[in-house]
């Protein structure tokens, strides 16, 4: 069983920072991709950023220039670096996983989500 727990979202103003950490657990035997995404209240889901296996990462539009992601192999964890939010940033902000167990092949794994508010 592979569980995603996140941490770190919260309330912040506008300008501010946060620092989110996505921790994987479980009999994991490889992961591949992990990315965030983020779903604010009658939108659709959106990703945000994704970092690969060898570190190539790619963002939204909206975002480039102001939040990094990256990841620790040893920790099984990707973090997301948010700079100058905004309150268009707003959202449930979940990460995503694509894990290799040592008893199944590879699978997207969510975690439960982490709510961001960005407001004065």
């Known amino acids: 069983q592979v569980q995603l727990v996140e941490s770190g979202g919260g309330l912040v103003q506008p300008g501010e920072s946060l620092r989110l950490s996505c921790a994987a657990s479980?009999?994991?035997?490889?992961?591949?991709?992990m990315g965030w995404y983020r779903q604010a209240p009658g939108k659709q889901r959106e990703l945000v950023a994704q970092i690969t296996s060898s570190d190539i990462t790619n963002y939204a539009d909206s975002v480039k220039g102001r939040f990094t992601i990256s990841r620790d192999n040893a920790k099984n964890t990707v973090y997301l670096q948010m700079l100058s939010l905004k309150p268009e940033d707003t959202a449930v902000y979940s990460c995503?996983?694509?894990?290799?167990?040592?008893?199944?092949?590879?699978?997207?794994?969510w975690g439960q989500g982490t709510q961001v508010t960005v407001s004065s």
């Open positions: 479980g009999s994991i035997f490889s992961i591949g991709n």
């Open positions: 995503n996983a694509y894990i290799r167990t040592y008893r199944d092949s590879w699978t997207s794994y």
